[in-house]
C-alpha cells in the first residue's frame, strides 16, 4: 500500500520529491526495495505533523504536503491542485474537502465535517454533524437544506508555516474532538480549504483494506 501512495504522489507534476518519513524499519526495508526515498524519524513524536517536519527540516522546500500512507488512490491532479492554491500568498495551510452526498455520512462521527467562510477558509472543523439544521427534524434531509463538506485528511503547508506549527501545544478542542487541525485554528491560524470532486479511500480497518484490495484487483483488470 505504501508503494502504491509513493507512485501515485509521483504522478503529480508540481511536486518535485516524495519521501517516506516512518520510525519501522519494516517500513524502511519496504520503501527500499522499490527504490523510494525514506527517512527514518524519531518513534516518540506526538504527531503525524511532526513526523512530516522531522524528515524535512533540513531540506530547501517551499511547500510540504502531508499525505498519510493508507491513501493507495490519492489523485496525482488533487496534489498539483493543493500546490496551485499558494499561489496566493495568503495561504500558509491548505486543505482539500468533498462535499458529502450520503446523508448517513453527514452524522457518522467517523466522517470529519467542516465549515468554511465565504473565501474557503475553515471556520470550524468537526465530528458532529455542523451547521445543526434547526427547522429539519429528519436527520437524513438534512443534506437538502445545507451543503455539507468532508474534511479529506491530507495537508499542504508552506514550511515556515510548519515550523510555527510544529512548536505549538495541544489546544482544549484538538483533545475534546481528536482532531490536531483544531489546534491551529485555536492558535489563529488559517486554513483553506480546496474543494475536490475526489473523496479518500483512507484504509484505517480490515473492512477498508478489503474493499480496497478489491479496487485494486479491477484497476489492474481493467489495465490489461
Request: no cysteine; glycine share 0%; aromatic share 10%.
Given at each position: 500500500?505504501?508503494?502504491?501512495?509513493?507512485?501515485?504522489?509521483?504522478?503529480?507534476?508540481?511536486i518535485d520529491r516524495v519521501i517516506v518519513a516512518t520510525d519501522h524499519e519494516k517500513i524502511k526495508e519496504c520503501v527500499e526495495s522499490f527504490a523510494g526515498e525514506v527517512r527514518m524519524t524519531d518513534p516518540d513524536l506526538a504527531s503525524g505533523t511532526d513526523r512530516v517536519y522531522a524528515a524535512i527540516e533540513d531540506e530547501e522546500a517551499e511547500i510540504i504536503i502531508n499525505l498519510q500512507g493508507d491513501e493507495p488512490f490519492v489523485s496525482p491532479q488533487l496534489l498539483d491542485d493543493l500546490v496551485t492554491t499558494f499561489d496566493n500568498n495568503v495561504i500558509e495551510i491548505s486543505t482539500p474537502v468533498c462535499k458529502i452526498e450520503d446523508p448517513r455520512a453527514i452524522h457518522n462521527p467517523n466522517v470529519v465535517g467542516v465549515v468554511r467562510d465565504i473565501h474557503g477558509f475553515a471556520l470550524y472543523f468537526s465530528r458532529a454533524a455542523i451547521p445543526f439544521v434547526r427547522e429539519e427534524a429528519d436527520l437524513e434531509a438534512w443534506g437538502l437544506k445545507h451543503a455539507f463538506y468532508k474534511h479529506i485528511g491530507i495537508y499542504a503547508y508552506k514550511k515556515s508555516c510548519l515550523?510555527?506549527?510544529?512548536q505549538l501545544k495541544e489546544s482544549s478542542l484538538?483533545?475534546?474532538e481528536k482532531l490536531e487541525q483544531l489546534r491551529f485554528l485555536e492558535n489563529g491560524y488559517k486554513i483553506f480549504t480546496l474543494q475536490t470532486n475526489y473523496n479518500s479511500v483512507s484504509v484505517d480497518t480490515l473492512e477498508d483494506l478489503k474493499k480496497v484490495n478489491d479496487l485494486a484487483k479491477k484497476m489492474i483488470l481493467n489495465k490489461r
Open positions: 500500500m505504501v508503494q502504491w501512495v509513493y507512485e501515485q504522489a509521483q504522478q503529480a507534476h508540481k515550523a510555527e506549527l510544529v484538538e483533545l475534546s
